[in-house]
């Protein structure tokens, strides 16, 4: 049985464009830098200007915030038309010379068939790669090269949505404006926004709100747009099939973001709720609920709303001078961080009965760190609500992981503890994905007491569901039920 590839909750990445009849140098830095929350390892900005033509920075921004970086470079850099993006993986945008042209080009993805694709390619007379630290070959060349392959950029964007096997969304800027694609099934947003002389193109629809951008409309999946300076074209109309990540609202997307017309921040504020909900059903008091910083908050906050139970902050984040806790690359100095990086506040937790909401539990180690963290500074009883149900599956879809299996999931090393196998049947996992069956409810046991939870209640998918307001068949929920 072939073990899929988590992340090591590495985020997706995110990026931005602008097309304007005025200089877009600043609009291009602080839209880009308000996707910072999306990657951790590099950042790039490209710009056309007709005098200078095309031009590039790229940095590594694994000990720095982006701006920093940037700073010196944006009083170098100008023209008409600009991307951005920020990565978690590969170093770009890149610009590209082939017979459509010059080119910039920046991806959203994870392609899955690289070897049978660079095969093909090698086998049609592509001559060579580069290849980027670790021997890999950088995702971003390789759609270009997809894209180079056919007669016009339109049809090679085709192409490459045709040819992975994954999903990519991406951005190519040319001399006379910039095309946005949308993957295929819809798996990650792209946004316009306008104003007076100018288009930008995004994955988070708050990044250009403070930039004077209203917002136009999303492109639809597999929907190809031509954006320039005064108007947005669909060369390539949208499908009706869509398989939206719901993670988005659940944990990465920016509490300001707005996707498919349904808020972030309201949908978790609803995920807290429909928590609520059970939680009372089952008759448990907390003296007080808390998130756990960031993603876990407004979840919480939704959950004290309607209960009534106090909203509290027992423990503060200090961010200030500590890196984010998922950017090192060696497990045991992220779970430091994580650690350094809460305070408690001692009175808030004496003997108290805590509700923490968190927005998931991958591993485990963190959260059961962050536990004991709590009992050690007095708190009574510590009952955790995850607000996604368990992971079970690693994602096919998006650069959640790269490098670790999925048998490193908590819930797989329960399983196999249960089972006596690290290569369960379907049959046998489609139950432990199942919130009423008893396999879910001995594997939950084995997490509380792995963890040290007094107790432990997962969200429930059909819950989560509701809570965002999209029908199943429209969102992709494959790490939690396997389901494509």
């Known amino acids: 049985m072939t073990i899929a590839y988590i992340a090591r909750y590495d985020i997706v990445g995110g990026f931005f464009g ?7 140098v600043f609009d291009l830095f602080y839209g880009t830098d308000y996707h910072s929350h999306l990657g951790t390892r590099r950042a790039g900005l490209a710009v056309y200007d007709e005098e200078k033509g095309f031009d590039r920075s790229i940095h590594n921004i694994e000990s720095s915030n982006f701006r920093p970086k940037f700073d010196k470079d944006i009083l170098e850099m100008s023209g008409t038309l600009g991307i951005g993006c920020i990565s978690d993986f590969e170093p770009q945008p890149l610009i590209v010379r082939s017979h459509h042209g010059n080119y910039a080009i920046t991806t959203v993805g994870k392609i899955n068939n690289t070897k049978e694709i660079i ?44 040819t992975i096997e994954g999903s990519m969304t991406f951005l190519v800027m040319t001399s006379k404006g910039i095309y946005a694609a ?79 017309g349904l808020n972030v921040e309201d949908v978790r504020y609803k995920c807290g709720k429909k928590l609520a909900e059970r939680n009372m059903a089952r008759g448990l008091k907390p003296d007080a609920v808390a998130g756990v910083p960031d993603s876990g908050v407004a979840h919480a906050v939704g959950y004290a709303n309607y209960s009534g139970v106090p909203y509290s902050r027992p423990f503060v984040k200090y961010t200030p001078t500590w890196p984010r806790s998922f950017m090192p690359t060696i497990q045991s100095r992220r779970n430091l961080i994580a650690k350094m990086k809460l305070v408690p506040v001692k009175e808030l937790l004496s003997d108290k009965k805590l509700l923490l909401i968190d927005d998931s539990i991958v591993r485990g180690t963190q959260l059961g760190e962050t536990t004991q963290y709590l009992y050690e500074n007095g708190v009574g009883e510590v009952h955790i609500r995850p607000a996604c149900p368990p992971l079970v599956f690693g994602c096919k879809y998006l650069n959640f992981s790269r490098s670790n299996s999925e048998a490193e999931l908590i819930t797989r090393r329960m399983i196999e503890k249960l089972e006596g196998t690290m290569y ?52 992709c929920t494959y790490c939690w039920d396997g389901k494509e």
């Open 18 to 24: 602008v097309a304007s009849h005025e200089d877009v």
């Open 119 to 162: 095969d093909d390619l090698f086998a049609k007379g592509h001559s060579h790669f580069l290849e980027m630290s670790g021997g890999e070959i950088n995702p971003t060349e390789l759609v270009a090269t997809l894209i180079n392959q056919q007669g016009s950029i339109v049809d090679g964007i085709r192409y490459v949505q045709d």
């Open 182 to 260: 949308r993957d295929k099934m819809g798996r990650t947003p792209v946004v316009i926004g306008v104003k007076d002389g100018s288009h930008c193109v995004c994955f988070e629809s708050f990044s250009f709100l403070n930039l004077g951008y209203q917002y136009e409309r999303e492109l639809g999946p597999a929907e190809v747009a031509f954006i320039e300076a005064d108007s947005v074209k669909t060369l390539i109309p949208p499908r009706e099939e869509m398989k939206i990540c719901s993670f988005l609202w659940i944990y990465y997307g920016f509490p300001a973001s707005t996707y498919e």
């Open 424 to 475: 369960p049947s379907r049959d046998i996992l489609d139950k432990y994905t199942d919130p009423d069956s008893q396999e879910y409810a001995n594997m939950l046991e084995e997490i509380r007491k792995e963890l040290g939870f007094t107790t432990l209640h997962y969200h429930r998918l059909d819950d989560m569901i509701e809570a965002i307001g999209i029908e199943k068949c429209k969102l």
